[in-house]
């Protein structure tokens, strides 16, 4: 009992990692919680510390939700890794080095689900993409990609804690993006510097 306390703990330490916020203090001297979107997350850093930043964010990101999904096998237990890496997810979005406050959680998700179901991941990622390429906004990408995991996971795999977890991830996703909701039916919200709707507004 004392081990799966442990790795729960762990797991959400290593999520709560900010590497967005601290690059940005540290080597910029700019904390991107106060700037851009206010959001510790990839887009942001892309943003306000530029692409390279951006990409290493994303890199990190990614991994820890991977590498706290993994924490079961290190230490021999036999839990869901699902359930371990949503303590990652936490981790990120109430992180204790940042006052419990964090990310939306997109990018920490998606290294979970690429432990507990490969093939799913690399899907969604492929729906990722292509809702970049049309429609050149990373929340409705986002969006998309939740919602396209949680019908996946509920109506083809048959995956009880999978779909739980997705459709309670699902709902806060969207929650985190009800601003980015709000723009996008006013037509204001963000765009990045490629892709369809990037080229038709030029």
């Not at 993994?70 to 990652?88: E, K, Q, S, T």
């Not at 204790?96 to 998606?110: D, M």
């Not at 049309?134 to 409705?140: E, G, I, Q, R, Y």
Request: proline share 3%.
């Amino acid at each position: 009992m004392e081990k799966m306390i442990m790795v729960f703990v762990l797991a959400y330490l290593i999520g709560s990692l900010v590497p967005g916020y601290w690059i940005g203090k540290i080597f910029y001297h700019k904390d991107i919680r106060t700037e851009g979107s206010g959001n510790i997350g990839t887009t942001n850093a892309f943003r306000i510390l530029g692409p390279v930043p951006g990409c290493f964010v994303l890199a990190f990101d990614i991994l820890k939700g991977a590498f706290a999904a993994m924490l079961p096998h290190f230490f021999g237990l036999d839990i869901n890794v699902m359930l371990v890496g949503l303590f990652a997810i936490l981790g990120h979005t109430f992180s204790i080095w940042i006052g419990f406050k964090g990310g939306k959680a997109v990018a920490t998700s998606a290294g979970v689900l690429s432990v507990y179901n490969g093939p799913l991941f690399w899907m969604v990622c492929a729906v990722f993409v292509t809702c970049l390429v049309l429609f050149s906004m990373v929340s409705v990408a986002s969006m998309v990609g939740f919602s396209f995991a949680t019908v996946m996971s509920i109506f083809y795999y048959h995956d009880l804690i999978l779909s739980i977890v997705a459709v309670v991830l699902t709902g806060f996703v969207f929650y985190r993006h009800r601003q980015n909701l709000g723009r996008i039916f006013k037509g204001q919200e963000s765009t990045i510097p490629f892709g369809l709707v990037y080229w038709l507004k030029k």
